[in-house]
Antibody, heavy 118, light 108 residues
């Protein structure tokens, strides 16, 4: 059974940094692209970042490009999101998600809340 | 970037009704369109992928159609558990799978 468990969320001041991690199990991690999707309070889903399964590329939404960095460790079955220069508008629940092939997200974590506030 | 526009943003319906939600893409995305359902406090769940393919375990009252830039999600014979928020998502742009703004389906 596939499980995705996020960690690392919390309260951070504007301009600060936070590192989210997602521990995956139940599938051959290295074979699949992984991504992050966020949802601001009361708002819709926003795709944030992705790391291709074959380690051939990383992708970012314009809203986070240059501030966020996605990485993965196939030996530990984890994907991480390093978030620097955080802004109030980055406040959201951040979900880790597994891509099914290259077509859609078939599994999601439970989400971790990031609050950017002074 | 590909933009997705859903309509309506919200709608009210009764159990047993049929409802349709529309998703329009800013450019052709062929059939690379997915639909998700999200309930409060929960992660989204995929319903349909590739426009019309039903994810395992999803009831057949959910149907998707369209191609190019215009897509629809139709839910027939609404059940109490169907009242939720629905999102379309394009999977045309290499892993940069953006979402529509969502449609909230409420009980009338």
């Amino acid at each position: 059974e596939v499980h995705l468990v996020e960690s690392g969320g919390g309260l951070v001041q504007p301009g600060g940094s936070l590192r989210l991690s997602c521990a995956a199990s139940g599938f051959t991690f290295s074979s699949y692209a992984m991504g992050w999707v966020r949802q601001a309070p009361g708002k819709g889903l926003e795709w944030v970042s992705a790391f291709a399964g074959s380690d051939v590329g990383t992708y970012y939404a314009d809203s986070v490009k240059g501030r966020f960095t996605i990485s993965r460790d196939n030996s530990k079955n984890t994907v991480s999101l390093q978030m620097n220069g955080l802004r109030a508008e980055d406040t959201a629940v951040y979900y880790c998600a597994k891509y099914n092939g290259d077509y859609y997200f078939d599994y999601w974590g439970q989400g971790t809340l990031v609050t950017v506030s002074s | 970037d590909i933009q997705l526009t859903q309509s309506p943003s919200s709608l009210s319906a009764s159990v047993g009704d049929r409802v349709t939600i529309t998703c329009r893409a800013s450019q052709s995305i062929n059939s690379y369109l997915n639909w998700y359902q999200q309930k409060p406090g929960k992660a989204p769940k995929v319903l349909l992928y590739g426009t019309s393919s039903l994810q395992n375990g999803v009831p057949s009252r959910f149907r998707g159609s369209g191609s190019g830039t215009d897509f629809t999600l139709t839910i027939s014979n609404l059940q109490p558990e169907d009242f939720a928020t629905y999102y379309c998502q394009q999977s045309y742009s290499s892993l940069m799978y953006t979402f529509g703004q969502g449609t909230r389906l409420e009980i009338k």
